[in-house]
């Protein structure tokens, strides 16, 4: 494929990803099913789903899930690296025993709205959780909580939740300020990293369709697909399985070191997560051998991401005080997290195609 048709595989909208995403998935032969949410619409009151495309024969021993938006906005790019690889030679060079199998649109409505979130501001990666299990507190959150939502934004209020950040890491150390800022936290609804009082409709319609598309398989792997993690044109892989076990040689055989030791992390210290979707993928699968990572592919400084993953807090709640400001406030979060520049969007496509050939390829026992 060239790379400017490869480019056209990055939509402005979800309705435009969706239809290229479900024509690419029809002309490869895959087999397409689709669960709709039932309470939510975008922005143009349009049908929102869960698609699911399984190339490849859907009872192979062998099962390479792929997904895209579970951070919603972020979806844009895993639809591209999704519809390319529909689109190319991957689907007629699968090796018979295994099957691809995308999940596009995991979080369709933070898709379609450019939100991180969902429709209820939860960040879906921090949902996979027992939610009967009681409250889980997150202290160092919440004694930062208020110094991270002003109810204006300019230049002063963001130094202000900026000097709040530094003096919180400054007196608890790198981690501890990962886990409080990062880690996920249940209590504030309209702060960030907010991981929900109950399943979202996201939380259970990926559920289904693993257990739809699946269980039952002998080997499968997850890549589940991001952006905002890594230096620009980079990528990191967020592999969480235990150092030394068999998933973790496995990651490490399939796509290399770069796998398992954080590379290319602008993080300083990673949050130890709860409620993560590669986790869930994992528990919901007992008896399958399975293998699974996130791929983040960087776009700017960890401190213009935060900054970023903030003014969204500050528009779900303040954008109609200021209509211009939060015009210029989105358009900067979509381009964090959707990159426009053509070299980004290359870059993403060429990586993954290799990280996704050798998922297949590891999947089948042709590792090297
Ligand atoms: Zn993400």
């Not at 669960?35 to 390479?64: C, F, I, K, S, T």
């Not at 702060?191 to 559920?207: I, K, L, M």
């Not at 996130?294 to 213009?304: L, N, P, W, Y």
């Not at 528009?315 to 980004?344: I, K, M």
């Amino acid at each position: 494929m060239s790379q400017a048709a490869g480019l056209n595989f990055f939509a402005a909208r979800y309705t435009e990803a969706r239809e290229r995403f479900l024509s690419a998935a029809l002309a490869a032969r895959a087999r397409v099913t689709s669960m709709e949410h039932a309470m939510q619409r975008g922005p143009e009151g349009e049908g929102l789903y869960l698609d699911v495309a399984v190339a490849g024969d859907p009872a192979a021993p062998n099962r390479l899930v792929v997904a895209s938006g579970t951070h919603g906005i972020e979806g844009y790019s895993g639809s591209a690296v999704q519809s390319a690889w529909l689109s190319g030679p991957g689907p007629s060079r699968l090796p018979p025993d295994t099957a691809v199998v995308f999940l596009h649109g995991i979080n369709p409505w933070g898709f379609a709205h450019r939100h991180r979130t969902t429709e209820e501001n939860v960040d879906l990666n921090r949902n996979f959780i027992d939610h009967g299990a009681g409250p889980r507190a997150n202290p160092g959150y919440a004694e930062l909580h208020s110094s991270l939502v002003p109810s204006e934004w300019t230049e002063a209020s963001v130094a202000g939740i900026f000097a709040a950040l530094d003096a919180f890491r400054a007196r608890v150390g790198e981690q501890a300020f990962s886990d409080a800022y990062n880690g996920g936290q249940y209590d504030f609804p309209d702060g960030v990293f907010y991981g929900g009082r109950r399943e979202q409709w996201s939380n259970q319609a990926f559920r289904a369709a693993i257990a739809e598309h699946v269980a039952g398989a002998k080997a499968a792997a997850l890549i589940d697909l991001h952006t905002g993690i890594g230096g620009w044109c980079e990528h990191v892989f967020l592999c969480f399985h235990a150092p030394g076990s068999p998933a973790w040689e496995r990651a490490r055989r399939w796509w290399g070191e770069r796998a398992v030791n954080r590379q290319g992390s602008t993080h300083k210290a990673l949050a130890v997560y709860k409620g993560l979707l590669i986790d869930a993928f994992v528990d919901l699968l007992p008896g399958v051998e399975t293998t699974a990572t996130a791929i983040e592919f960087g776009t700017r400084s960890r401190v213009e991401m935060q900054k970023a993953s903030l003014s969204l807090c500050w528009l779900r709640r303040h954008a109609d005080r200021d209509p211009a400001l939060a015009e210029r406030v989105r358009a900067d979060y979509v381009e964090a997290f959707y990159p426009s520049a053509p070299e980004w969007r290359e870059a993403v496509l060429k990586a993954s195609e290799v990280f996704l050939c050798q998922a297949v390829a590891g999947l089948a026992g042709q590792a090297p």
